[in-house]
Every structure is written in structure tokens, then in C-alpha cells.
């Protein structure tokens, strides 16, 4: 039975992780492609063009790396990161009615990395078993 139930948080955290990804893809990929609505918010927002760019490889890469098992939970913190950064920009500029989006990515990023912190500690070198 509890075998059963791992499976089953496997799949989840898969299917989440499915999504995750093809929103950062999407969101990404528009960016780093010039996309006139990010060049036009980073520019309102007082962010140089090279941000937007690196914001953009930053979330594409995360993508990506949710599908890699030695880096996905390192993966999901820079997701959750650059969510935090977004929720920052929004709040600071007057745009707080856009929080929500990125708001509830940041909640699914936080849970994808927390359920993959096993693999985190793996990459830093420290032994998941001892951590909990």
C-alpha cells in the first residue's frame, strides 16, 4: 500500500512538473524571442533588455531542469526564485492586481522543490537520510 501511495505522489509531482514547464517554456520563450509585451514591461519597470534576457533563459533552463533528476529540485528553487522577483516587481510598480499569477506559481515551485529537496541535498553533497 504505501508503495502504492509513493507512486501516486510520483505521478503527481510528475504532472505538476509537466505544467510547470510549459508555462516557464512559454513564458521564457517569449521573452528571450523579443516578445513586445516583455520588452515593454521591463522597459515601464526600469529593467534593462539583457534582464528580460536573462529572465528568459533563467526560466527556460528551470524548465528543462525540472526534467533532469540530479538538478529538478534546484530546478524548482529557481523557479521559486524568479516567481519571488516577479511578485517583487509587481508589488514595487503598482501592478499588484498581476500578483496572482505568479503568485500561485510560486506556490506549485515551492512544493515541487520541497518534494524534490531530497535530490537538493544529493546535489550539495549532504545525505538526504540525515537531513529528516
Not at 505538476?16 to 522597459?43: D, N, P, R, Y
Not at 506559481?105 to 544529493?122: N, W
Request: net charge negative.
Amino acid at each position: 500500500m504505501n508503495e502504492e501511495v509513493s507512486q501516486e505522489k510520483e505521478i503527481a509531482f510528475l504532472a505538476v512538473s509537466g505544467l510547470l514547464t510549459l508555462v516557464f517554456l512559454l513564458a521564457g520563450g517569449s521573452k528571450l524571442s523579443g516578445a513586445q509585451m516583455h520588452v515593454e514591461s521591463f522597459a515601464r519597470w526600469g529593467y534593462p533588455q539583457w534582464f528580460r534576457v536573462l529572465t528568459g533563459l533563467v526560466e527556460v533552463t528551470c524548465a528543462v531542469g525540472l526534467w533532469v533528476p540530479r538538478v529538478r529540485g534546484l530546478a524548482a528553487i529557481g523557479l521559486v526564485s524568479t516567481m519571488v522577483g516577479a511578485i517583487y516587481t509587481h508589488v514595487t510598480h503598482g501592478d499588484v492586481n498581476m500578483i496572482g499569477v505568479p503568485l500561485a506559481l510560486l506556490l506549485v515551485a515551492v512544493i515541487v522543490a520541497y518534494a524534490r529537496l531530497d535530490d537538493t541535498l544529493a546535489l550539495l553533497g549532504r545525505d538526504p537520510a540525515m537531513q529528516h
